[in-house]
T-cell receptor, first 115, second 116 residues
Framework: ETGVTQTPRHLVMGMTNKKSLKCEQH?????MYWYKQSAKKPLELMFV???????ENNSVPSRFSPECPNSSHLFLHLHTLQPEDSALYLC??????????????FGEGSWLTVV | AQKITQTQPGMFVQEKEAVTLDCTYD???????LFWYKQPSSGEMIFLIY??????QNATEGRYSLNFQKARKSANLVISASQLGDSAMYFC?????????????FGRGTSLIVHP
């Protein structure tokens, strides 16, 4: 059983749809992350939140909109996506934002297909 | 500049044998942490093992051990007695502690296939 849960696990959406990915962490952590993993590409950091404040927006297109209502929940709102946005989206959390020993724990991922 | 390098895109090992997955890193920060993750085909990234830059001994967690060679800036993962369930992608990652970016850096991964 993972301490970071993501829903839905699989999502198929049209380019004009609006959908959201949800992440919840049960570890009492203060930092949360969204990563994108495309086939044959390195893991890409999208957003970082620390104590509900966004501290990193890694040049992500505006069709991806994160929301962090509290330190346990993180959302990724999706609208007007492109087929190249199809990927595995991984949510993660860590005790704190900084510190060499802060392990990042990942969720099971949400497989997104844009048609 | 790439901070984490995993030079083996794919590795094969016979069940019950040991296998070493390579990872080299680049940092000028004296404080850093090194992590290994396993990602099965289901997608979840599973934390395996951690090594701090000041740790005197190599980290071990069950069948996993980290061969930490600081002078060579390498942090190879050793899996002993491989099992079929070890087949997965393996990622090396680094987190700098002082002055460096707090954003962890991941390598491109190594695909491990365990043969029966």
């Amino acid at each position: 059983e993972t301490g970071v849960t993501q829903t839905p696990r699989h999502l198929v959406m049209g380019m004009t749809n609006k959908k959201s990915l949800k992440c919840e962490q049960h570890l009492g952590h203060n930092a949360m992350y969204w990563y994108k993993q495309s086939a044959k590409k390195p893991l890409e950091l999208m957003f970082v939140y620390s104590l509900e404040e966004r501290v990193e927006n890694n040049s992500v297109p505006s069709r991806f909109s994160p929301e962090c209502p509290n330190s346990s929940h993180l959302f990724l709102h999706l609208h007007t996506l492109q087929p190249e946005d199809s990927a595995l989206y991984l949510c993660a959390s860590s005790q704190a934002l900084q510190g060499m020993g802060n392990t990042i724990y990942f969720g099971e991922g949400s497989w997104l297909t844009v048609v | 500049a790439q901070k984490i390098t995993q030079t083996q895109p794919g590795m094969f090992v016979q069940e019950k044998e040991a296998v070493t997955l390579d990872c080299t890193y680049d940092t000028s920060d004296p404080s850093y942490g090194l992590f290994w993750y396993k990602q099965p085909s289901s997608g979840e990234m599973i934390f395996l093992i951690y090594q701090g830059s000041y740790d005197q001994q190599n980290a071990t967690e069950g069948r996993y051990s980290l061969n930490f060679q600081k002078a060579r800036k390498s942090a190879n993962l050793v899996i002993s007695a491989s099992q079929l369930g070890d087949s997965a992608m393996y990622f090396c990652a680094m987190r700098e502690g002082q002055g460096g970016s707090y954003i962890p850096t991941f390598g491109r991964g190594t695909s491990l296939i365990v043969h029966p």
